[in-house]
């Protein structure tokens, strides 16, 4: 998720993978996510894990909060917390980001 205000607003859920445990991977093909935003001072990049219970109801796992303009191109470790947002040890996420800069300098 992708958030700061109204102009600066997005959201993407990837499918749920069945019996996904200790190395869960995203459902293949992986699409790309693409955001525009205005002002990264103000922009931050949100990352929410869920897992999906028998009955299909969705359960919090952990999150990680990131500004985006601390963010680099090129892979990443993204380490989560829990709901308190404190780290979960050992739990992250490899994501691979690329910035490009749109319009005006």
Do not use: C
Not at 61 to 67: D, F, K, M, V
Not at 68 to 74: L, R, Y
């Amino acid at each position: 998720t992708l958030f700061r205000s109204n102009y600066d607003v997005g959201k993407y859920k990837t499918t749920v993978v069945n019996d996904n445990g200790l190395n869960p991977v995203w459902g293949r093909p992986q699409q790309p996510m693409s955001f525009s935003f205005h002002d990264p001072n103000l922009t931050f990049l949100r990352f929410v894990v869920y897992e999906e219970d028998m009955f299909s109801d969705p359960n919090f796992l952990a999150q990680s909060t990131i500004p985006i303009k601390s963010i680099k191109t090129g892979y990443r470790s993204v380490p989560l917390k829990n709901g308190y947002s404190e780290d979960i040890e050992l739990a992250s996420l490899l994501v691979y980001v690329q910035m490009t800069k749109i319009g005006r300098a």
